[in-house]
């Protein structure tokens, strides 16, 4: 055999070994489907659910109840839309669709966690301050120290005086006061990079400990977006929030899920199954 010939064989065995390892990815059809509903919050940051007399959830937080506790009720969020709308908690201008389910499944095995995410973005934002991306999914992870990290989800990053909220900084992010986030996103843009990154006393896009990696699809008018990160461990409990900005849209106009928890080997509002 000429050596350029034997070179092709050794060529043609790795690639078959590299797509025996795609095939071995998460099988999604085993794996049950939790919805989620994201929806628009308006201008409800932290400090506006710690304020009495904003939310009468106030009380109810500080004695440990989740956001999901609640407000969830039978599959669904029992948000006065008119009220997240109006003027007073959406100055700018409300999305026609305040509220979508995301399909929410998890596999693990003994290196990685994926996350699968199946939703449908509809159309009639009130921002379109992204141009490149028509679409962007996020998980973020909360860790232990912050504050209320598996009641608020989301929340205790989401300031008011950060940016693109009502006469903010334009430069300020999203920040934790105490304790740090974990984030990672997928963008629609072709070529654009998934971001690894966290949330501390700023948010950072990349240099996070994740290993993020995200593919994401789109067949008629569903997303499919497959998150791939590291194992945080079983018989663990991870409390996690989704954003999605759909429709072009930036910064605070996302749709966002309460806090929820995914279990590995563990409890959770949604139970990652072991392949
Ligand atoms: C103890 C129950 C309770 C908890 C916990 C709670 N809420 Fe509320 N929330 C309420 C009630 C009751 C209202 C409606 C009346 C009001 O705002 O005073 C409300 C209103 C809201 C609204 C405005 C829309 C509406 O329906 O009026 C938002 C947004 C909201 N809550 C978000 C949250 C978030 C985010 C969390 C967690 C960080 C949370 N709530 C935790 C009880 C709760």
Not at 32 to 52: L, M, Q
Not at 71 to 83: C, I, P, S, Y
Not at 157 to 166: E, G, L, Q, Y
């Amino acid at each position: 055999m000429k050596k350029s010939t034997a070179s092709l064989l050794v060529v043609g065995t790795l690639l078959a070994l590299g797509s025996q390892m795609a095939v071995a990815a998460p099988d999604w059809t085993k794996v049950p489907k939790r919805d989620i509903n994201v929806f628009h919050p308006g201008v409800t940051p932290i400090e506006w659910v710690g304020k009495k007399s904003d939310h009468s959830g106030t009380a109810g937080l500080k004695k440990g109840e989740t956001c999901v506790g609640c407000h969830e009720e039978k599959g669904t969020l029992n948000f006065n839309f008119k009220r997240l709308a109006d003027k007073e908690l959406e100055p700018k201008g409300a999305p026609k669709t305040m509220m979508y389910p995301v399909g929410v499944q998890a596999v693990y095995d003994a290196s990685s966690l994926y996350i699968r995410l199946t939703f449908k973005a509809p159309p009639g934002g009130a921002d379109k301050g992204d141009k490149e991306n028509e679409v962007k999914a996020a998980v973020m992870f909360p860790d232990a120290k912050v504050p209320q990290a598996s009641q608020v989800g989301c929340w205790a990053s989401c300031h008011i005086d950060a940016r693109t909220m009502p006469g903010a900084d334009e430069k300020k992010t999203k920040y934790a006061k105490e304790g740090s986030y974990e984030l990672m996103q997928w963008k629609s843009a072709k070529g654009a990079k998934v971001a690894d990154g966290t949330v501390t006393t700023e948010r950072k896009m990349d240099g996070g400990a994740l290993g993020a990696k995200a593919e994401g699809s789109k067949a008629g008018d569903t997303y499919t977006v497959t998150f791939t990160r590291k194992n945080p461990g079983e018989g663990k409990t991870v409390p996690f929030g989704i954003a999605i900005h759909g429709d072009n849209s930036t910064g605070r106009f996302h749709h966002v899920s309460l806090g929820y928890t995914l279990g590995l080997g563990a409890d959770g509002d949604v139970k990652a199954t072991k392949q």
